[in-house]
């Protein structure tokens, strides 16, 4: 059992990189998390690790569950940051390798939450396959689904109205630098 005041300590440690998912988004993932108890959970994009410590700490303070993190170390310019050794000696199962590749490899059903903060400009072309992958009644969360550029990530929401699969935007900023409002999709899977 994990003492969850630690956590609370952890989002103390928030740099607002520009990289990082924000201290909002990252709690509402840790939440979910937390409220869900989530067996096999799917990270892709690693980045700072922000997120897949969040992640971590709900799965050992829910005493169950397992976090496969997928990146290919495209933002570390194909270096594998210092950070991830840590990450492994947690029990992380990381993997090195293009994330579409992965997605696409994985048998359906094999998720019961997924969080997907990784290539930015080609996610869309597997959303299907996350769709898939992800047990029905599952939790996806994409971030950086309102921000500009990056029209490939929209694809997620495109297809949960199709499905009309329950999903919220999260997208809304109170505070100088909170960066909400780049959005954070959550849907819950109904496949």
């Known amino acids: 059992m994990i003492n969850i005041e ?3 300590k952890f989002l103390g440690e928030y740099k607002g990189t520009g990289q990082q998912i924000d201290v909002a988004h990252n709690c509402l993932i840790f939440g979910v998390a937390l409220s869900s108890k989530p067996e096999n959970v799917l990270e892709l994009g690693i980045g700072s690790g922000y ?9 050992k303070f829910n005493g169950k569950g397992k976090l496969t993190s997928v990146d290919n170390w495209h933002d570390w310019k ?3 940051p210092a950070h991830i050794e840590g990450l492994r000696k947690q029990n992380v199962n990381v993997v090195v390798m293009d994330e579409g590749r992965f997605v696409k490899s994985q048998p359906d059903n094999s998720y019961d939450f997924l969080i997907s903060d990784g290539d930015h400009h080609r996610a869309g072309g597997w959303a299907k396959d996350v769709f898939r992958i ?8 994409v971030h950086d689904v309102s921000k500009g550029g990056y029209s490939s990530l929209r694809r997620y929401a495109e297809l949960s109205k199709e499905k009309r699969l329950a999903h919220f935007i999260f997208s809304k900023s109170s505070r100088k630098r909170e960066r909400c409002n780049r959005g954070l999709l959550m849907v819950q899977n109904g496949e």
């Open 6 to 8: 630690n956590f609370y």
């Open 51 to 59: 997120v897949t410590r969040a992640i971590l700490y709900a799965l």
């Open 78 to 80: 194909g270096k594998e």
């Open 134 to 141: 992800v047990k029905a009644g599952g939790i996806i969360f």
